[in-house]
């Protein structure tokens, strides 16, 4: 008998096939759909914690319990008097960094994986220990954003709007907005992030890398299918991008594999000579969701750059800019 409902999948371009016993939708040219909306909030630490210091992998029991623990703390957060909070010293605060924790969404589900951290390569979970200049890279930036600022350009790209904090690339599990949308066709393949609705634009067929003098925030993106993984390589970034450390040479390598309906598996390997010794690599499964992408205002107006440059010129008018360390956000400042 003749099947209205695949006959309505195929007219909007997506099929499905069986593969490992999992249903992954195709598109009309042949290749797995990446198409959707993904989630890839999670509370599963990017680096192995010291107490899973050789445990690759959680049980289901272990799982279980540590989702437990967070929904109790999730709880417990809103319960919290943030006026007490933020008088304690040396913590966040209700307001250190723009928002307080009424809308922090930092996952409460351990990722689909079932490992200890995000980081697979190296063996220990862990990244590889940067190289002296690419700390001293860091440090020259944060001191700068630590001051009063003289102009924009003294800001942190985040301050900014220029990137979000977990829309990469690579994408990574942040504070808030974890939600990324792709929209597929044979020739190209869009991603857009929530955070400041960052968004990429991806040629799917072979085509040469940009010159090496023209770099980006996001740097030079270019796709090519691996069988059903969507493999893309991104150079050619600018010297203001600082994912962990690395620097404009970084080579990016990130993988799209569909697994089923729901699942996107995202893998992505950092490759910077210049600041690591060896190329490392992390995993996670993002989830497919039916809530929609909404704007992310950043600035709401465009207001906050003008307040905080006023600010500062308030500042050397009262001779009170050397003495401000809040420049720099809590999550910024070296820790002891």
Not at 13 to 26: D, L, Q, R, W
Not at 69 to 88: H, I, Q, T
Request: hydrophobic letters at 35%; glycine letters at 6%.
């Amino acid at each position: 008998m003749f099947d209205l409902k695949y006959l309505f999948i195929v007219s909007l371009g997506v099929a499905f096939t069986s593969v490992s016993n999992a249903e992954v939708p195709m598109t009309a040219w042949g290749k797995p759909s990446l198409q959707g909306t993904w989630d890839f909030r999670t509370m599963t630490p990017f680096e192995r914690p010291e107490q899973f210091k050789d445990k690759e992998f959680l049980s289901d029991e272990e799982i279980a319990k540590a989702e437990a623990d967070r929904a109790k703390a999730w709880e417990a957060r809103g319960n919290v008097d943030f006026e007490e909070a933020a008088k304690a010293e040396g913590q966040q605060g209700d307001v250190d960094v723009g928002y307080n924790q009424f809308f922090l969404d930092l996952g409460t589900k351990v990722n689909g994986t079932k490992r200890t951290s995000l980081v697979i390569d190296p063996p220990d979970g862990r990244v590889p220990a940067p190289s002296e200049s690419a700390v001293a890279r860091y440090v020259k930036s944060r001191d700068v954003w630590a001051r009063s600022p003289e102009g924009p350009e003294d800001r942190n790209p985040f301050d900014r709007c220029i990137k979000g904090f977990n829309a990469g690339p690579p994408m990574t599990s942040g504070a808030y907005n974890n939600i990324m949308q792709i929209v597929e066709s044979e020739d190209f393949v869009a991603m857009q992030v929530e955070m400041v609705n960052d968004h990429r634009i991806i040629p799917t067929t072979s085509r040469d890398q940009l010159p090496e003098h023209m770099r980006f925030w996001k740097g030079d993106s270019r796709g090519e299918w691996d069988g059903d993984t969507f493999v893309v390589t991104t150079t050619n970034f600018n010297e203001h991008q600082m994912f962990r450390l690395t620097g404009p040479n970084m080579t990016l390598t990130e993988r799209f594999t569909r697994l089923d309906t729901d699942t996107l598996e995202y893998q992505f390997t950092v490759d910077d000579s210049d600041t690591y010794d060896v190329p490392w690599t992390a995993i996670m499964h993002m989830t497919r969701t039916d809530s929609d992408v909404y704007e992310f205002a950043c600035h709401e107006g465009n207001y906050a750059m003008p307040l905080m440059l006023k600010g500062a010129r308030k500042q050397e008018r009262d001779g009170t800019s050397v003495d401000d360390d809040t420049w720099l956000p809590s999550w910024s400042k070296p820790r002891s």
